[in-house]
């Protein structure tokens, strides 16, 4: 599909290797943005999905969103022109580690890469976009004691084992985690994904569950619940 619509903006992928997937539409759903939050930094945009999402959350906050891939990079520039909140967010073309800004960000967001080298595809594009030979998970770490505030917090979302590993780097780190919500495609299947959450201050960690389809292969309430904001 070369284009993806929801309730408030529509997002076009035909020039992007990495497409509208659940991922991304769990965590941009799942964020809450705090009150405090005034700027939000958005590692490796792609489509531009998530820095809208988080746009539509709150008419405070300003956007910024980093990307590598020079495709995806123009393919989230039109979605950003072409929506309400295109003055709230700005795009900048760029290898997040080679980035430099004066400005301090409140939330950090990505849907980092997690593939390892190995799991090669014939798409040059789509293996940029999620290897970790671009972004691992110390970098991120890196990124959000670099380019964040002193309220400064992290969210992504992982499949389980890179998840618990990000938790114990940033435990390392002396990094806390502040909530994690489990994902599973239904009640039968183990956990797929971990959406989470992570502060700087020390926090009992807040845990939930969801599984995204019941028994008949529909979305679940809990899911719909979740999404209800962006889904048509």
Known sequence: MSFFKFKQFTIHQDKTAMKVGTDSILLGSWLTINKECQTVLDIGTGSGLLALMVAQKSNLVKVTGLEVDENSYHQAKYNVKHSKWFDRINLC?????HWESKIKFDLIISNPPYFTPSSISNNEA??????????SLNNLIDLWLKFGSNIAEYACVLPTDQANRLIDLCKESSLYLKKQTLIRSNN???II???LLFSKQTLPTEETEVCIYNSK????KAYTELTQDFYL
């Open 188 to 190: 039968q299947s183990k």
């Open 126 to 135: 789509r293996n940029k976009a999620r290897q970790q030979g671009t972004l």
């Open 93 to 97: 073309l760029i290898n997040a580690n």
């Open 193 to 195: 994904r971990k959406l």
């Open 217 to 220: 292969r529909d979305y679940t």
